[in-house]
């Protein structure tokens, strides 16, 4: 992707607060009306002092715990939010103060909101987008006709959203975005609660429209198969901050040093063999089971090679088997660290 193009989308030093309401126990009947009237309010920082930009054509993944600022986000680029401070950038403009010219060159698939009327048959609902966006007749009956037919939904453009299956109503919201060919969609979510088939067609028709339309995407999502299949850069935002951000590809090789290790064993040749290979240092949890062995090391402090050396001097060794951690296990152990150091603070005050 050529880096010297303008951004499509820009988030400059951004910084977004809400205040909500701090609830205290008061005593007394008095305390807790004056407490009514006057109610103390507490910051949260959703965003703080966060940058990216994202170019044409890109796919990118925005990911993060829950509360960690990826919702946030997507409404600050779509316009549903203003930042509190800091530039937001779409298609040059911004998108809060012109929210009807952006809306018109962006799609929004939300996984918990529906874009379709629930007691209107979908091919009405889809009708009414056509007016909206201005899709001209001919535009609108040939992308219709194609979308529908790569992701099998003709038989129900009949139907009413409230009568279909999750999978099939996702599958005309998917629509529904890309109707009116937007330059940029955002996917929160797309395939929620979806079954393997339905999950799979979705993926591969966000992916041809990616390529072959050249449709800039981000993608928010839990599903690391998601966002495996269809995102070439990775975002990752936690407590409203930036914790990466890059290709796939230097995110596994960043945080890749650790390795899942499977020692099959006959029997011990030496007493005490389990607390020396749990004492060495970068074994994380070592479990025993069967005469299984399984744990996770860190390449960084101790070698496969010397793990393996160590284990057939004190077994008799049947099998060994090493892999590598995928995406979900390295997205896991990041925010796993986090919400353990996040857990600790808590009990500490």
């Not at 007394?28 to 006057?38: E, I, M, P």
């Not at 998917?174 to 940029?184: D, R």
């Not at 995406?327 to 925010?335: A, G, K, M, N, V």
């Amino acid at each position: 992707m050529p880096r010297n193009q303008e951004p499509i989308a820009e988030i400059k030093n951004v910084v977004r607060v809400y205040k909500k309401p701090l609830h205290r126990p008061r005593k007394g009947a008095a305390r807790r009306f004056v407490g009514f009237l006057k109610r103390e309010k507490q910051t949260i920082r959703a965003l703080d002092d966060v940058s990216f930009d994202i170019h044409s054509g890109e796919c990118v993944a925005l990911l993060g715990p829950n509360g960690a600022g990826k919702s946030t986000t997507v409404k600050l680029l779509s316009g549903i939010l203003h930042p509190t401070s800091g530039q937001v950038r779409l298609f040059g403009v911004d998108p809060y103060h012109n929210r009807i010219a952006c809306a018109m060159r962006y799609g929004v698939v939300f996984g918990q909101r529906t874009l379709l009327w629930t007691h209107v048959p979908v091919l009405e609902s889809l009708k009414l987008y056509q007016k909206m966006y201005d899709i001209p007749k001919p535009v609108f009956n040939e992308r219709l006709k194609e979308f529908a037919g790569i992701l099998d939904i003709e038989q129900h453009l009949h139907s009413a959203p409230r009568r279909l299956s999750l999978g099939e109503r996702m599958r005309c919201e998917i629509i529904a975005a890309l109707l009116h060919q937007p330059e940029v969609i955002f996917l929160d979510e797309p395939t929620v609660g979806l079954d393997v088939v339905a999950k799979k067609r979705i993926r591969d028709f966000i992916r041809r429209v990616n390529r072959e339309e050249n449709v800039t995407v981000l993608l928010c999502s839990h599903s690391m198969r998601d966002v495996e299949e269809l995102s070439d850069r990775i975002i990752l935002i936690s407590r409203g901050n930036i914790r990466f951000d890059g290709p796939k590809r230097q995110l596994k090789r960043q945080w890749n040093n650790e390795r899942k290790v499977k020692i099959l064993y006959k029997r011990a040749t030496t007493k005490g063999w389990r607390r020396q290979l749990q004492d060495l240092p970068g074994v994380i949890n070592l479990e025993v089971n069967n005469g299984q062995i399984a744990c996770r090391i860190n390449q960084a402090q101790i070698p496969v090679s010397v793990l393996l050396q160590t284990a057939m001097t004190l077994l008799e060794v049947d099998d060994i088997e090493v892999t590598e951690p995928n995406l979900e296990d390295i997205i896991r152990e990041i925010f796993g660290d986090e919400n353990r150091s996040l857990n600790q603070t808590t009990e500490a005050h």
